[in-house]
């Protein structure tokens, strides 16, 4: 098994060699695609290559995103893009089927090699890492098959080492908390519209304005099912006056505190 300083100067020379012509990064603004377009954009100033950051403002995704994306991508020198999406429709993904998120990278990924093509370029790195090759991430598929380039999971970088080397570089957004698609707070085969979306992204925003780190608002009909870090369970019993008055007014009904805390992918336990 490689060190961290193996896989850190791996991902360096694997980014080096890609950066050798214009190359996007499909760019959210989280943590392992800050840290990757950093590194892209470090070895593009060496080999006078262009960097496009390309942010995918989709209709899935927590809002409030756009501004923070911007300030990473001016910290990092990239030329910044944004794509606006709405991909609940276009990507056949309404229903919530179990390939969503497949059926989702698909779209998604097509559109931005549609609309980097534009500037000649050809090469698009994208964030996975090595902690998404071990669960079920089945976007993964379609990354692969459109030939998009995972730099991280590559040179074996897991989460945490992903974090790690962030926060050498001085990257702001390197504490900054996982924010996946707002279509996994919803269990599969359950139609998903905008309107429930935006009060899940709400009722979540909301939790996190109390303070709670690591958080997931899941919507089983009218029920609201919180999970939070085991040490953050104590404010939410603390708070709770104040989140169940504000989760009933988005239109839940009963508000529950999972005993098992905060796990990413709880939705894809019967998969």
Do not use: W
């Amino acid at each position: 098994m490689k060190d961290y300083e193996s896989k850190r100067e791996l991902l360096k020379r694997r980014v080096y060699e890609y950066v050798s012509e214009d190359a996007a990064v499909a760019f959210s603004g989280g943590v392992d695609s800050s840290l990757l377009l950093k590194i892209a954009c470090d070895a593009a100033k060496e080999r006078g290559a262009k960097i496009y950051g390309v942010f995918l403002h989709t209709m899935l995704h927590p809002q409030g995103e756009l501004a923070e994306a911007e300030k990473v991508a001016q910290e990092t020198g990239a030329i910044f893009h944004m794509i606006k999406i709405d991909e609940l429709e276009e990507a056949d993904i309404a229903e919530n089927p179990t390939d969503r998120c497949y059926r989702c990278k698909r779209y998604l990924f097509r559109r931005l090699q549609e609309e980097v093509n534009r500037f000649g370029v050809n090469r698009i790195l994208e964030g996975t890492n090595e902690d998404d090759l071990h669960v079920y991430r089945p976007g993964i598929r379609a990354v692969r098959e459109l030939g998009i380039i995972s730099p991280l999971a590559d040179a074996g970088m897991t989460k945490k080492e992903v974090r790690r080397m962030a926060e050498e570089y001085g990257i702001s957004v390197s504490k900054k908390p996982s924010s996946p698609c707002l279509a996994t707070r919803f269990p599969y085969g359950t139609r998903i519209t905008y309107e429930e979306l935006q009060k899940a992204g709400d009722g979540e925003a909301f939790l996190k304005a109390l303070g709670l780190y690591n958080v997931r608002l899941r919507i089983h009909g009218k029920i609201a099912r919180i999970e939070a870090d085991r040490q953050d369970m104590a404010l939410v019993i603390e708070q709770k006056d104040s989140i169940v008055e504000y989760l009933k007014k988005l239109g839940y009904i009963y508000i529950t505190l999972d005993l098992e805390g905060f796990r990413s992918g709880s939705m894809d336990i019967d998969i």
